[in-house]
């Protein structure tokens, strides 16, 4: 493979799927991932990310994980969400 070959292959793979060291892969797994967890897990986790990572990470997460919930069947609230979150703060 020359270098123009190469060079297309990466850009085909960045634009039809993206690396998978990307933010946005890394961002994709993580909603997946804390979407399949029990609600008093992903309390736990969500109390977690506000606390360690800020309310402005938080913002970004959780509707995200509250959508891949409701996508897959398992939908959650906020309000039951939160009220979890309050719970494990306590």
């Given at each position: ?24 892969f ?26 360690k ?29 939160a ?8």
């Amino acid at each position: 493979m020359n270098l123009s070959e190469t060079l297309t292959y990466r850009s085909q793979v960045v634009t039809e799927g993206g690396y998978t060291w990307s933010e946005e892969f890394r961002h994709e797994c993580e909603i997946k991932w804390a979407a399949s967890l029990p609600v008093r897990d992903l309390a736990k986790y969500l109390a977690g990310v506000q606390r360690k990572r800020g309310n402005e990470t938080f913002r970004r997460i959780e509707p995200a994980i509250i959508e891949a919930r409701r996508d897959a069947g398992i939908p959650i609230s906020s309000v039951v969400l939160a009220r979890a979150i309050a719970r494990i703060q306590i």
